[in-house]
């Protein structure tokens, strides 16, 4: 069983930043972020195989995202810059048992409650 629980979420102007945080109890290969805006299916941002560290990003987030992680404290970290109004969404994190990185949120079976990420024009 693995728990995730999100922080760091809040409300910043355009072109800011944030980082998001997602605190886990136990741990898969393959962990994630995905988003969800109002009125709109859920997305994929970004996942990384937590042994090797390899990423993958959705082209929204390219070149402002970064995904990262601490194995210390077994904690995944997302670095958003130069943030614009699209990227207002509930931001989750998940994990997935998968053995290669997935964009497919069915693959994921471990979901945080998500953190609210709102961009002000």
């Known amino acids: 069983q693995v728990t995730l629980e999100e922080s760091g979420g809040g409300l910043v102007e355009a072109g800011g930043s944030l980082r998001l945080s997602c605190g886990a109890s136990?741990?898969?290969?393959?962990r994630g972020w995905f988003r969800q805006a109002p009125g709109k299916a859920r997305e994929f941002v970004a996942a990384l195989r937590w042994s090797r560290g390899t990423t993958d990003y959705a082209d929204s987030g390219k070149g402002r995202f970064t995904i990262s992680r601490d194995n210390a404290n077994n904690t995944m970290y997302l670095q958003m810059n130069s943030l614009n109004s699209e990227d207002t969404a509930v931001y989750y994190c998940?994990?997935?048992?998968?053995?290669?990185?997935?964009?497919?949120?069915?693959?994921?079976?471990?979901w945080g409650q998500g953190t609210q990420v709102t961009i002000s024009s």
């Open positions: 998940a994990a997935s048992g998968a053995q290669f990185i997935t964009r497919d949120s069915a693959h994921y079976a471990y």
């Open positions: 136990g741990g898969t290969l393959i």
